[in-house]
Nanobody, 128 residues
Framework: VQLQASGGGLVQAGASLTLSCAASGRTFTDYTMGWFRQAPGKEREFLASINWNGGSVYYSDSVKGRVSIDRDNFKNTLSLRMNDLKPEDTAVYYC??????????????????????WGQGTLVTVSS
């Protein structure tokens, strides 16, 4: 599956932003989807995941309560809504796709190795 992330930009602290990820090439419902980010000089960090039908979501403790992941299986799109943005949210944000089975009742697909397709990333810069 090919993934194209978009929606990044320069925003002020406290603002909200929605990132989008368009999927193509394969059946979207075959995939667990996730969002990660990588800040300058830091490792890539898991943010959120969603199972194949959108019925279950999982968030990193670092962003829980400020972000919301969703998917539209008719439009083959994934989104990440982020509220109350902070300068420390400045990073390149990546969407990723992994096998449908990787998200289950015992595992919520929070590891990079759960995913085998990655978008190119979209830069979010939050000014103070």
């Amino acid at each position: 599956v090919q993934l194209q992330a978009s929606g990044g930009g320069l925003v002020q602290a406290g603002a909200s932003l929605t990132l989008s990820c368009a999927a193509s090439g394969r059946t979207f419902t075959d995939y667990t989807m996730g969002w990660f980010r990588q800040a300058p000089g830091k490792e890539r960090e898991f943010l959120a995941s969603i199972n194949w039908n959108g019925g279950s979501v999982y968030y990193s403790d670092s962003v829980k309560g400020r972000v919301s992941i969703d998917r539209d299986n008719f439009k083959n799109t994934l989104s990440l809504r982020m509220n109350d943005l902070k300068p420390e949210d400045t990073a390149v944000y990546y969407c990723a796709a992994g096998p449908r089975s990787v998200y289950n009742r015992n595992h919520f697909a929070s590891r990079e190795r759960d995913y085998d397709s990655w978008g190119q990333g979209t830069l979010v810069t939050v000014s103070s």
